[in-house]
């Protein structure tokens, strides 16, 4: 019979109190563990999701509300730039995919995105395709909409439901497009990344709606409408758009565009036969040749565009090491804190057996155990208490990570697996079990100086 | 087997343990009988080891303890002692089976293969081969007695030591654990030292050794 026995018997002995422990130290380690890996599962999922574009081209202003805007769909938008910025950009030597989107409304909270059909063949990169259709098609005309998994499933809108967007993307109670209703014609699988909160739609779609609607020169939680130049242009668009005509007036031609003609054609667009010569888009996601010229095309857009680049991974990190850094580090230190903790009710639980078992320490040295043995058996029982706590504080972050989970994946659109064994996990065990082991020591030293003749009494 | 020579064991103020000579031989069965507070306790654990003397000469089976280190002493009390108390002192999460495994596990005098049978065989001799795996707390007292004299008697030692191991029992209990622990130590050729302040239970070993006047006053 091994002392691992003999320890793991006498913990069972007294079930209850071990239990108790036991839980102390789940919960300790339970904390960290979801901290950890929140942590780290959200950087990484940021950060990769900041790599599916190398560059990101908005309104001069705040770079990581653009990126955060454009790539997560999530906080306020920045202003516009002009559509022949996008066509710049489309036409630069270094660029290997230009996708412009506009965005102003919402369904239910979920921004619509007007975008272009490209996007949706764009590489991730790591064989990740977060466009990948559920159900249905892509969109081929204004006013159909495909739909991330995460709005189909609060919506309960699947393909050929229909559905009004809401003017401006701060919250509830802006206006109703009543008049230009959407049409679901494809759902995309959930990939676990911010598409799986978004409506993705044609970029006319998106002008159709805010130059046909009156309403929407009121403007909508502060955001700047998408398309605002003179009212006679509008009259113009608006009318080319129910014509089905592509001709806009006073628009300022790239005129280094090969394909640009007078009926301003975008011939990278194979869906879009309406002229966007004085439209406006929210942004332009950029994918480069190479992610090495990220930081040279960032200065040269800076520089010769009147509008802004941003690397949406350099903002991320950024906003990570700034802001979620101290956040990781409180919530560390409250699940350390409850390690100890749970450390000292080791100490006391393992103390006050001992105490109570004092005899039963006699009776074995007075069987031939040594002191060493004894020692070796109190130190076990707190590596059982330790090592089981820090299972069950596995489980425990395991399932606060799929709640947590879930509730990310529905509202900001990406999940979060299991506790994930990375090194600071590793760590943060392996300094739980030694924190086990140290509140171990006290009452074994304790068992170590049994006095076997007085503890025997009778003897 | 067992000697004491000149031992001298202060126990308080003013009081201190005082054994001029004492002799048990191999194979003996003797009583060391005393009125409560004689020093009869103190002189068994002198014996077992779980005193040592602040002078004089405790030898047992030719070994003088108390020049023993700790370490040592632990492997020769496992080794050549067998322990019967008066409250029986089985651990109490574990089976009668294992309890007497345990009296072998910490001695290490048996190898690890034999511990089962060996323990079932003496479980056997007790007659509690029904009862392998019942815990202690659903034994009768004299179960429990039985248990212990088993698990003292596994490793075959050289010396029983026995505690008043009859005080917990009644009367009639009491006399099969007697007649018991009697013939089993004289079946293994086993010295048995037993404490008792009652005289009648230690008139019937062969042997009773006086204990009054072991503990006396001195000037501090």
């Given at each position: 019979m091994s002392l691992w026995r003999i320890a793991w018997s006498y913990l069972w002995n007294r079930k209850f109190t071990t239990a108790l422990t036991i839980i102390s130290v789940a919960l300790?380690?339970?904390?960290?563990?979801?901290?950890?890996?929140?942590?780290?599962?959200?950087?990484?999922?940021?950060?990769a999701e900041g790599q599916s574009f190398d560059i990101v081209v908005g309104a001069k202003g705040n770079p990581l509300q653009l990126v955060l805007s454009t790539v997560y769909f999530l906080g306020p938008l920045t202003g516009n730039i002009e559509w022949s910025d996008y066509e710049r950009l489309r036409n630069e030597e270094e660029v290997a995919g230009a996708y412009p989107i506009g965005m102003g409304d919402t369904y239910r909270g979920f921004r619509i995105v007007g975008t272009v059909p490209e996007l949706f063949?764009?590489?991730?990169?790591?064989?990740?395709?977060?466009?990948?259709?559920?159900?249905?098609?892509?969109?081929?005309?204004?006013?159909?909409?495909?739909?991330?998994?995460?709005?189909?499933?609060?919506?309960?809108?699947?393909?050929?439901?229909?559905?009004?967007?809401?003017?401006?993307?701060?919250?509830?109670?802006?206006?109703?497009h009543k008049h230009h209703p959407?049409?679901?014609?494809?759902?995309?699988?959930?990939?676990?990344?911010?598409?799986?909160?978004?409506?993705?739609?044609?970029?006319?779609?998106?002008?159709?709606?805010?130059q046909e609607d009156p309403c929407d020169n009121h403007g909508g939680e502060g955001e700047e409408d998408l398309e605002a130049p003179a009212e006679d242009e509008v009259d113009a668009r608006a009318e080319a758009h129910v014509e089905g005509v592509a001709q806009v007036e006073g628009e300022a031609h790239d005129p280094g565009e090969a394909h640009d003609s007078g009926d301003a054609h975008d011939p990278g667009d194979a869906h879009d036969h309406h002229g966007h010569g004085a439209h406006e888009v929210t942004a332009v996601?950029?994918?480069?040749?190479?992610?090495?010229?990220?930081?040279?095309?960032?200065?040269?857009?800076?520089?010769?565009?009147?509008?802004?680049?941003?690397?949406?991974?350099?903002?991320?990190?950024?906003?990570?090491?700034?802001?979620?850094?101290?956040?990781?580090?409180?919530?560390?230190?409250?699940?350390?804190?409850?390690?100890?903790?749970?450390?000292?009710?080791?100490?006391?639980?393992?103390?006050?057996?001992?105490?109570?078992?004092k005899r039963d320490l006699a009776i074995m040295r007075a069987l031939g155990a040594s002191s060493g043995e004894i020692f070796g058996s109190v130190i076990i029982e707190a590596f059982w208490v330790t090592v089981l706590g820090l299972c069950a504080g596995w489980v425990l972050g395991s399932f606060v990570c799929y709640c947590l989970g879930m509730y990310l994946s529905r509202t900001i659109g990406f999940s979060v697996p299991p506790v994930v064994w990375t090194a600071d996990i590793v760590s943060a065990y392996s300094a739980v079990v030694l924190m086990g082991m140290v509140a171990g020591l006290l009452p074994a030293w304790q068992a170590y100086h049994t006095d076997v003749a007085r503890d025997l009494a009778e003897l | 087997m067992v000697l004491l020579d000149n031992v001298v064991r202060k126990l308080g103020p003013g009081v201190e343990f005082r054994c001029d000579h004492f002799h048990a031989p191999p194979g003996v069965q003797m009583a060391l009988w005393g009125p409560s507070g004689c020093g009869k306790s103190t002189m068994l654990n002198l014996i077992s080891g779980l005193l040592r003397p602040d002078r004089g000469v405790v030898r047992v089976d030719g070994e003088e303890i108390q020049k023993l280190r700790e370490r040592e002493l632990d492997a020769f009390r496992g080794e050549r002692y067998g322990f019967v108390f008066q409250t029986f002192n089985l651990l109490a999460p574990f089976t009668s089976l294992q309890n007497v495994i345990l009296g072998m596990r910490f001695a290490d005098v048996v190898p690890a293969s034999?511990?089962?049978?060996?323990?079932?065989?003496?479980?056997?001799?007790?007659?509690?081969?029904?009862?392998?795996?019942?815990?202690?707390?659903?034994?009768?007292?004299?179960?429990?007695?039985?248990?212990?004299?088993a698990r003292a008697l596994v490793n075959r030692p050289k010396l029983i030591v026995a505690d008043e191991p009859t005080g917990s029992l009644d009367?009639?209990?009491?006399?099969?654990?007697?007649?018991l622990l009697l013939e089993l130590c004289r079946e293994e050729e086993v010295t048995l030292l037993m404490v008792s302040h009652d005289k009648q239970l230690a008139d019937l070993l062969p042997e009773v050794f006086d204990c009054s006047g072991l503990v006396e006053e001195v000037a501090a």
């Amino acid at each position: 019979m091994s002392l691992w026995r003999i320890a793991w018997s006498y913990l069972w002995n007294r079930k209850f109190t071990t239990a108790l422990t036991i839980i102390s130290v789940a919960l300790g380690v339970g904390l960290i563990s979801a901290v950890l890996t929140l942590r780290e599962e959200t950087e990484r999922r940021f950060v990769a999701e900041g790599q599916s574009f190398d560059i990101v081209v908005g309104a001069k202003g705040n770079p990581l509300q653009l990126v955060l805007s454009t790539v997560y769909f999530l906080g306020p938008l920045t202003g516009n730039i002009e559509w022949s910025d996008y066509e710049r950009l489309r036409n630069e030597e270094e660029v290997a995919g230009a996708y412009p989107i506009g965005m102003g409304d919402t369904y239910r909270g979920f921004r619509i995105v007007g975008t272009v059909p490209e996007l949706f063949e764009h590489d991730w990169g790591g064989g990740r395709n977060p466009y990948k259709l559920a159900d249905g098609k892509y969109f081929e005309k204004p006013m159909e909409a495909v739909i991330g998994a995460a709005v189909a499933a609060d919506s309960r809108r699947g393909v050929g439901d229909k559905f009004i967007g809401t003017h401006g993307v701060g919250g509830a109670g802006g206006h109703e497009h009543k008049h230009h209703p959407y049409t679901v014609v494809g759902v995309l699988e959930r990939s676990g990344t911010p598409n799986d909160r978004a409506i993705f739609c044609s970029l006319d779609s998106v002008w159709q709606i805010h130059q046909e609607d009156p309403c929407d020169n009121h403007g909508g939680e502060g955001e700047e409408d998408l398309e605002a130049p003179a009212e006679d242009e509008v009259d113009a668009r608006a009318e080319a758009h129910v014509e089905g005509v592509a001709q806009v007036e006073g628009e300022a031609h790239d005129p280094g565009e090969a394909h640009d003609s007078g009926d301003a054609h975008d011939p990278g667009d194979a869906h879009d036969h309406h002229g966007h010569g004085a439209h406006e888009v929210t942004a332009v996601l950029v994918a480069l040749r190479s992610p090495g010229l990220r930081f040279t095309f960032k200065e040269r857009v800076n520089k010769g565009y009147n509008a802004m680049a941003a690397i949406p991974v350099q903002q991320i990190r950024d906003l990570y090491d700034q802001l979620l850094g101290t956040a990781k580090a409180v919530l560390l230190a409250i699940g350390y804190l409850v390690v100890v903790i749970s450390a000292l009710s080791i100490l006391i639980g393992l103390y006050m057996s001992i105490l109570q078992r004092k005899r039963d320490l006699a009776i074995m040295r007075a069987l031939g155990a040594s002191s060493g043995e004894i020692f070796g058996s109190v130190i076990i029982e707190a590596f059982w208490v330790t090592v089981l706590g820090l299972c069950a504080g596995w489980v425990l972050g395991s399932f606060v990570c799929y709640c947590l989970g879930m509730y990310l994946s529905r509202t900001i659109g990406f999940s979060v697996p299991p506790v994930v064994w990375t090194a600071d996990i590793v760590s943060a065990y392996s300094a739980v079990v030694l924190m086990g082991m140290v509140a171990g020591l006290l009452p074994a030293w304790q068992a170590y100086h049994t006095d076997v003749a007085r503890d025997l009494a009778e003897l | 087997m067992v000697l004491l020579d000149n031992v001298v064991r202060k126990l308080g103020p003013g009081v201190e343990f005082r054994c001029d000579h004492f002799h048990a031989p191999p194979g003996v069965q003797m009583a060391l009988w005393g009125p409560s507070g004689c020093g009869k306790s103190t002189m068994l654990n002198l014996i077992s080891g779980l005193l040592r003397p602040d002078r004089g000469v405790v030898r047992v089976d030719g070994e003088e303890i108390q020049k023993l280190r700790e370490r040592e002493l632990d492997a020769f009390r496992g080794e050549r002692y067998g322990f019967v108390f008066q409250t029986f002192n089985l651990l109490a999460p574990f089976t009668s089976l294992q309890n007497v495994i345990l009296g072998m596990r910490f001695a290490d005098v048996v190898p690890a293969s034999e511990w089962k049978s060996r323990a079932t065989e003496f479980l056997n001799r007790v007659d509690l081969g029904h009862r392998l795996h019942s815990k202690p707390a659903t034994l009768s007292v004299g179960e429990r007695q039985r248990v212990a004299i088993a698990r003292a008697l596994v490793n075959r030692p050289k010396l029983i030591v026995a505690d008043e191991p009859t005080g917990s029992l009644d009367p009639k209990t009491s006399t099969g654990v007697m007649d018991l622990l009697l013939e089993l130590c004289r079946e293994e050729e086993v010295t048995l030292l037993m404490v008792s302040h009652d005289k009648q239970l230690a008139d019937l070993l062969p042997e009773v050794f006086d204990c009054s006047g072991l503990v006396e006053e001195v000037a501090a």
